[in-house]
Structures are given as structure tokens and as C-alpha cells.
């Protein structure tokens, strides 16, 4: 499985973007697919997360309410919708895919492929 992620940039608090993950490889064997966000010195944190068998979405308490993570053309595409942004969610945005069923969404050593990451900077 192959990840590809885009959309970051240079946004105002208060804001919105998506961000975007192409999904290629073998699609078909996807239990799930999360965004992840790391800032310098810091571990990479749990953002959202996807999952089809059963259809579930989680978010990390800090983004809940202003993100929202979905699917277009099945798994093909990942993307974040993320508004009123604020400082502290600036940072590199990593999207993840595993094939093997999760014992914890949260957790970023359970997902075998990742995206290059894609920045997003939060700034007045």
C-alpha cells in the first residue's frame, strides 16, 4: 500500500483545509486508515481514523467537533477536513493505513504504511 498526502499550507487561526491522502496497492486489504500529527521533539499524536468493517470514525478529544475524516472512491482517497484551526494544530500531518485488524486506532506502532507527511502551519 502506497500513501500519498497533500493539502497543507499556510492558514490564519480560525481557518479551514483539507488534506488529502491518495491510497494505491492493494486497497483491498485495508482494515483502516488514520491521520496522525508530529511537531519537533514531540511524538507522533493521533488525529482521526477511519475504519470500514464495522464503519467507525475516532478523533482525538482535541480535534473533535472541528475535523472530520472521510473516504472518496472507497479507500482510493483519504482526506481531513479541518476547521477553526488553531495554533497548536500546526504541525506535519501523516496519513496511515493498516491491514491488520487494530486493538487500539490511537495507536501509531499498530499501522504498517505511512505518507511522506504534509505541513500545516497555523499562523497570524
Known amino acids: 500500500v502506497q500513501l500519498q498526502a497533500s493539502g497543507g499550507g499556510l492558514v490564519q487561526p480560525g481557518d479551514s483545509l483539507r488534506l488529502s491522502c491518495g491510497v494505491s496497492?492493494?486497497?483491498?486489504?485495508?482494515?483502516?486508515l488514520a491521520w496522525f500529527r508530529q511537531v519537533p521533539g514531540k511524538d507522533r499524536e493521533f488525529v482521526a481514523s477511519?475504519?470500514?468493517?464495522?464503519?467507525?470514525?475516532t478523533y482525538a478529544p482535541a480535534v473533535n467537533g472541528r475535523f472530520s475524516i472521510f473516504r472518496d472512491f472507497g479507500p482510493k482517497i483519504l482526506h481531513l477536513q479541518m476547521g477553526s484551526l488553531k495554533f497548536e494544530d500546526s504541525g506535519i500531518y501523516y496519513c496511515?493505513?493498516?491491514?491488520?485488524?487494530?486493538?487500539?486506532?490511537?495507536?501509531?506502532?499498530?499501522?504498517?504504511?505511512w505518507g511522506q507527511g504534509t505541513l500545516v502551519t497555523v499562523s497570524s
Open positions: 477511519i475504519l470500514w468493517h464495522p464503519a467507525t470514525t
Open positions: 496497492g492493494r486497497t483491498e486489504s485495508l482494515y483502516g
Open positions: 496511515a493505513a493498516a491491514t491488520l485488524k487494530l486493538r487500539s486506532v490511537q495507536d501509531a506502532t499498530e499501522y504498517e504504511f
